[in-house]
């Protein structure tokens, strides 16, 4: 299935054309401290096993709704730094994207985190951070967990899967740790839905392409990831324990670059869909320039 959210927190299934509203069947009433990890995503494998009546729910045209990042509290967002050698080779052939480093494994380097506040939707504005510096585009299969992770085997952890999406890992290039330049407002984009594994196929084999306006900067597959999304989990799960809704996006393959205000990008993950965004200006002392 294809569970959106949309239109300020209502959660949805996406069918063809339609929306079918399915926000009533969650229980939404939280109490203080939460539950680590997005109430939502913990509780949609009950929801889904419980089996839901499309036909009776209210249906909207997809067209007219406004789809939101479709996971609204990830306790924490994981990214793979280096995890394609064509990526790998590109990014030590260019001073401007190794700043000085030399990449060899992503053992070797181990994995970021983006800040939660840089997580946006496909509908939201997006900026770059600062007016005089290389912001690129990456684009990524994401994991979404579904259920508490502490030491997962590779041979279980799809078993801890929700769902998957596509995304931007929106990055600074520069000297300062992936953290920091990964983490600006707007710079984790999701979207356009998460589709659960039974719609997914092999996760370790779809098509992702990116393009900057319509001209293909990006084009691989999944099954040149160096660490696959069960190695991944196993790899993120031996570190963190991870909460439902936990983001791990997984990796840029070759052909990132850099955009600037005025560009649009499309984002495609086959099984998934596209999302479209468009570069907006830096922010000058809070104000648009
Ligand atoms: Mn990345």
């Known amino acids: 299935m294809k569970i959106c959210r949309f239109n300020h927190d209502r959660i949805g299934v996406v069918q063809g054309n339609a929306v079918h509203d399915i926000t009533d069947l969650f229980d939404r009433t939280m109490s203080w401290p939460a539950e680590p990890g997005d109430a939502i995503i913990a509780q949609l494998g009950a929801v889904l096993e419980s ?113 998957y999406t596509a995304g931007l890992d929106m990055t600074v290039r520069g000297k300062e740790t992936p953290c920091y330049r990964k983490s600006p407002d707007g710079y984790c984009v999701l979207g356009p839905w998460l589709v659960t594994p039974d719609e997914i196929g092999d996760p370790d084999d779809l098509a992702l392409s990116l393009k900057v306006n319509g001209d293909t900067k990006q084009e691989a597959r999944t099954s040149l990831l160096i660490l696959g999304v069960a190695r991944l989990i196993e790899y993120a799960s031996a570190l963190y324990t991870l909460h439902p809704g936990d983001v791990i996006m997984t990796g840029t393959p070759a052909g990132v670059g850099p955009v600037e205000p005025g560009d649009v990008i499309d984002a495609s993950v086959e099984n998934i869909g596209s999302l479209r965004i468009s570069i907006l200006p830096a922010l000058l002392d809070g104000k648009a320039a």
Do not use: C, Q, W
Request: proline share 7%; aromatic share 6%; hydrophobic share 40%.
């Open 51 to 163: 089996g839901i009546d499309i036909d009776v729910r209210p249906s909207l045209d997809l067209s007219t709704v406004v789809l939101e990042s479709p996971v609204a509290r990830p306790h924490k967002i994981m990214g793979a730094p280096v995890n394609y050698h064509a990526h790998i080779e590109e990014a030590n052939a260019d001073p401007e994207i190794n700043a000085g480093k030399t990449f060899t494994t992503l053992e070797a380097y181990g994995l970021f985190l983006k800040a939660n506040s840089s997580l946006i939707g496909p509908n939201e504005p997006f900026r770059v951070a600062f007016a005089d510096r290389r912001t690129d585009h990456e684009i990524e299969l994401v994991i979404v967990i579904g259920k508490t992770a502490r030491h997962v085997p590779r041979e279980k952890a799809l078993d801890y899967v929700a769902g």
